[in-house]
């Protein structure tokens, strides 16, 4: 064995290349290798244990010198493929990715009205008219079901054009009291300009248990905007109307870029609207099987895309959608 040891070793110095490697490993250790071999001699040795304890050792020394080797064979591989490179050149510049400032603006969304105990709900893109008009007591003649303003796919399916609908699903899935945000992307047929898109992203809030009050809702959307724009700007409440919402509101916030003192933004106003709100209509909550006399809630509605041209002081809506790395690397 120990003649067989000095061979082994003489024969693993005597590599050269991956080829001569495998062979050599194969020469002693393979299937019908000379230290393979020796177990079948043990049957007739004098004392079997040592002579086993031997032939294992000389089966670990051929994986050691293989390993070794091994090791050998790649620095010099390395090496030599080093020869022809400059190293003390400096490495390639690889750029870091960002969120898309959209993605930016809807985390942070979330993240506001989640801190405020609000639940996550999402529901589907293509709709049925059910959920997107009717249970939202929007009546036949209403224009908004209008070929020209909404994208349908039949009589019965159409493309969502608020995420509205999810306030719906939800209340027929749970029972109240319900705090729920519910985001999402929509769609409208409008005509493509700084201002709009065929497809844009909203998100939905409401709140429905017993003695919900426009107080309540008022709370909500000036501790958000203040968390979106800064504490120190005001908010302000005006009358409107909205099919699913009564009374409704349309919520303006203090210009960004002026602080209410007057500029282009803001039409020399001061102001610059930013989202819709109002009570749930009792017709909806009838329509989900809740009793209005003894739940109330408010709902509220803003667009994503809104908020980013405020926040980011961006002009045009549709940079958010050309893929322009010049603008997106600013974010």
Not at 209 to 229: A, C, M, N, P, Q
Not at 288 to 307: L, Q
Request: charged share 30%; hydrophobic share 40%; net charge negative.
């Amino acid at each position: 064995m120990e003649e067989l040891k000095k061979q082994i070793k003489a024969d693993a110095d005597a590599v050269k290349d991956t080829v001569a490697l495998t062979q050599f490993k194969a020469k002693y250790n393979g299937k019908k290798g000379a230290v393979t071999g020796l177990f079948s001699t043990l049957k007739d040795a004098v004392d079997k244990k040592e002579t086993g304890r031997q032939i294992n050792e000389l089966k670990v020394y051929v994986e050691t010198l293989f390993a070794e080797k091994e090791t050998e064979l790649l620095d010099i591989k390395k090496t030599e493929e080093l020869k022809g490179m400059d190293i003390t050149l400096p490495a390639y510049d690889v750029a870091t990715g960002t969120l898309h400032p959209l993605t930016k603006v809807m985390d942070e969304i979330k993240s506001i009205f989640t801190r405020m105990g609000f639940s996550i709900e999402e529901g589907p893109e293509i709709e049925k008219d059910y959920y997107n008009f009717t249970a939202l007591n929007f009546q036949p003649e209403h224009p908004a079901r209008d070929m020209h303003d909404t994208f349908h796919i039949n009589d019965e399916y159409l493309l969502r054009t608020h995420t509205s609908p999810i306030q719906v699903r939800t209340m027929e899935k749970y029972a109240p009291p319900l705090k729920v945000l519910a985001p999402g992307r929509v769609y409208r047929r409008d005509a493509i300009d700084a201002s709009h898109s065929t497809v844009f992203h909203q998100v939905e809030g409401f709140m429905v248990d017993t003695d919900i009050r426009f107080s309540d809702l008022k709370g909500v959307l000036d501790l958000f905007l203040k968390e979106i724009f800064g504490s120190d700007l005001k908010t302000r409440f005006r009358p409107s109307f909205f099919p699913f919402t009564e009374p409704s509101a349309e919520v303006d916030v203090q210009c960004v870029h002026c602080r209410g003192k007057g500029c282009n933004m803001c039409k020399r106003t001061g102001w610059l609207e930013i989202l819709g709100a109002g009570m749930i209509h009792p017709n909806v909550l009838r329509a989900v099987r809740i009793d209005p006399e003894k739940y109330s809630g408010f709902a509220f509605g803003v667009g994503v895309e809104r908020i980013a041209i405020l926040k980011y002081q961006v002009d045009d809506m549709r940079l958010f959608f050309e893929n322009d790395l010049r603008f997106l690397k600013q974010f």
